[in-house]
């Protein structure tokens, strides 16, 4: 994708160019050009003090890589850390005068609220919040009604902290997919020789509708291996690389090696989210550029490839076969202790309770408890107590149709709005997520809330920017 798809430019008021130096002042709000060569030129000189507490720029993108690896590794209290980090720093700011350092309020919050309201995609990010808040009126469990709401409320407050923070220059994005590439080729790779070494066990258990253990959720490691994929793929593409053009074999070689163990680790729902997010990007290509006998080929390739990996992976053929018998069993009735039975008894759930309440649903807040009394009622003794192994069912039955015209208005509209869905990464994004609601209740713990809002924030901060046009500086 070209500079002018994921951007360059300066920012307001700054006067710094390629090999030059700094022959103006550059507020605290704008980004520092040394420490931010420090952070994507591997770190070439030590950053100096006044220049880390005063450039807001720095100081989220340390915390942008706190976020990534702490969600990884399912280190919820520092990714919540993280989190309201960048809320207090679109809010307060340091003023260093010589001795004297005093906290105070932002001096662009005024300007940035007017951002905020002025590029309505991210008015949208809040209606995840308040489709659940608004179904506290008709929600009579108090307690869970407030559990959800915590756990949705980085939708209301994290997309002003996206919009108060300096933009985000291609270079910059594409490290951090570089960062989040090179953490999931180690992650994986432990995964893997792991998985060598007690190659028997893990079979067993796969066979038994286990997993191979991953450093956390198996399901959402999986998800966030595609996202890494596509990263890459767009690095491969784009011929990225920080200082060494050899970084450019490297950065391929981990793409290949995480596309191939995406197949290892055999976890259903990150292979068809990977695969689609592939055929969007796929598709994008082919009629941007019109070359229709490539995308023909590349179809067929994305077909051919599962078939080969049925045929040449030990776990992936195992897992096809243990879902295939596995669903045989939910026919038949006699599927109670198996975990895909168990997610298709969960959604049939979910759905009878929506079809009883189409309107407004139970309320967000009574979902838990009407999900247990259903359970309890015809499902006692057969199947254990799952929630709705689906996010739109979950909407559907915590708050009708009403609910999840809401819910959808809110994950569509960013893409649509200024017709964001050209740029082929965000695209792509949209549609792996997507997938993973119709296999996963995505956006009902941290995790998921944080793996969306990640790219979905950073990718918007980067197309807001790109709207107002914002000069930026250019950085040796």
């Known amino acids: 994708m070209s500079d002018r798809a994921l951007g360059t430019g300066a920012y307001k008021g700054a006067n710094v160019r390629i090999g030059s130096v700094i022959r103006g002042p550059i507020h605290p709000n704008e980004a520092c050009p040394r420490f931010t060569n420090l952070l994507v ?33 399912s280190a919820e209290f520092v990714l919540s850390i993280a989190m309201i980090a960048l809320l207090l720093l679109a809010l307060l700011e340091l003023k260093i005068e010589g001795p004297n350092v005093r906290l105070t309020w932002r001096e662009s919050l005024r300007e940035n609220f007017r951002k905020y309201g ?50 985000l220059r291609k270079r910059e994005i594409f490290t951090i997919f570089y960062f989040l590439l090179a953490m999931m080729f180690v992650l994986s790779l432990y995964v893997f020789i792991n998985f ?127 879902a295939q018998w596995d669903y045989l069993q939910f026919r038949q009735g006699t599927g109670g202790q198996y975990p895909d039975s168990e997610r298709l008894i969960s959604m049939k759930t979910g759905l009878d ?19 247990k009394e259903v359970y309890e009622k015809e499902y006692a003794g057969k199947y254990n107590f799952r929630m709705p192994h689906n996010q739109l069912i979950s909407v559907y039955a915590g708050t009708g149709l009403f609910g999840l015209a809401v819910f959808l208005t809110g994950f569509f509209y960013p893409l649509f709005y200024k017709r964001n869905y050209r740029q082929p990464l965000f695209l792509a994004f949209h549609a792996i997520v ?7 209740n995505t956006l009902e713990n941290n ?30």
């Open 196 to 322: 060598a070494v007690n190659f028997d066990a893990i079979m067993a258990s796969i066979s038994r509708g286990g997993h191979l253990p991953t450093p956390s959720n198996h399901i959402r490691f999986s998800l966030t291996l595609a996202f890494a994929i596509t990263g890459g793929l767009a690095l491969c593409v784009e011929k990225f690389h920080l200082k060494q053009t050899f970084e450019r074999y490297l950065i391929a070689g981990m793409t290949l090696f995480l596309f191939v163990f995406i197949h290892i680790l055999s976890v259903r729902s990150g292979i068809v989210a990977l695969y689609l997010g592939l055929f969007v990007l796929g598709g994008y290509y082919v009629f941007a550029k019109k070359k229709y006998l490539a995308g023909f080929a590349g179809i067929l390739m994305l077909i051919a490839l599962p078939v080969i990996a049925y045929f040449t992976v030990p776990s992936f053929k195992l897992k096809v076969n243990y």
């Open 434 to 440: 997507f997938m993973s609601f119709l296999v996963e």
């Open 118 to 167: 002025s590029y309505k995609a991210w008015l949208a990010v809040s209606l995840l919040f308040l489709v659940v808040l608004i179904s506290a009126a008709w929600s009579g469990d108090g307690s869970y009604t407030v559990e959800r709401l915590r756990i949705k409320l980085p939708f209301l407050v994290l997309p002003f902290a996206f919009v108060s923070m300096p933009a």
């Open 41 to 73: 030129r591997q770190f070439p000189n030590p950053p100096n003090l006044q220049i880390l507490l005063q450039s807001y720029k720095a100081q989220s993108i340390i915390l942008l890589f706190i976020w990534v690896v702490s969600m990884v590794v």
């Open 353 to 371: 309770i929506g079809n009883a309440n189409p309107l407004l649903g139970v309320g967000a807040g009574d979902l838990k408890q009407t999900v």
């Open 447 to 476: 995790f998921g809330i944080s793996l969306y809002l990640f790219f979905l924030l950073v990718g918007l901060n980067y197309l807001s920017n790109q709207e107002q046009q914002i000069p930026q500086p250019e950085i040796q």
